[in-house]
């Protein structure tokens, strides 16, 4: 299969308020992978992709996300879907052809926590080599906070204005 053919399908357990840690891919073909995609997003017990369901599924618990990635022409081409741990494995497996055991091993917390280390010092690394990413994200912090200070007085000063009414 080439490059050009072929896609990358994934699992990242998304953990509540911890973000994405990738715990199996492999190789497929952009077929296969748009059809296991297709049949996984059907699944009943796949959470909406919105905002409101993803937010009441942190809360309850971490959740299994599998998907695809490949490049079509000059684009990159990716979705995923996401389940709640408690019935991620089983339709995963399913959907996807990962083994049970394979999922289960990767979710082990030594494992989660080797995978956790490497990609924080992954991006240690990275932030160390680019300082400049650093410093234009504090700017952009620095601006936000500015946004978010006056939305709070000007909001301030409306409500003032509603109360001596």
Not at 17 to 42: C, H, P, Q
Not at 53 to 64: F, H, I, M, N, Y
Not at 72 to 83: C, I, Q
């Amino acid at each position: 299969m080439s490059k050009l053919d072929g896609a990358t399908v994934y699992v990242e357990l998304e953990r509540a308020g911890g973000g994405r840690i990738e715990i199996y891919s492999r190789e497929a073909t952009k077929e296969e992978a748009l059809r296991m995609f297709d049949s996984a997003s059907n699944d009943r017990r796949a959470i909406e992709d919105d905002l409101a369901s993803r937010l009441a599924a942190e809360v309850k618990g971490d959740l299994l996300c599998s998907g695809y990635f490949f490049v079509d022409g000059d684009k990159d081409a990716h979705e995923d879907v996401a389940f709640p741990i408690s019935h991620a494995v089983a339709a995963i497996s399913e959907h996807f052809g990962i083994e049970v055991e394979t999922l289960e091993r990767a979710l082990e917390p030594a494992n989660i926590a080797a995978l956790t280390s490497l990609k924080e010092a992954e991006l240690a690394a990275f932030c160390k080599d680019h300082p400049e990413i650093m410093a234009s994200a504090e700017a952009a912090g620095e601006r936000h906070r500015a946004v978010q200070a006056a939305l709070a007085e000007e909001l301030a000063h409306e409500l003032e204005g509603e109360v001596k009414h």
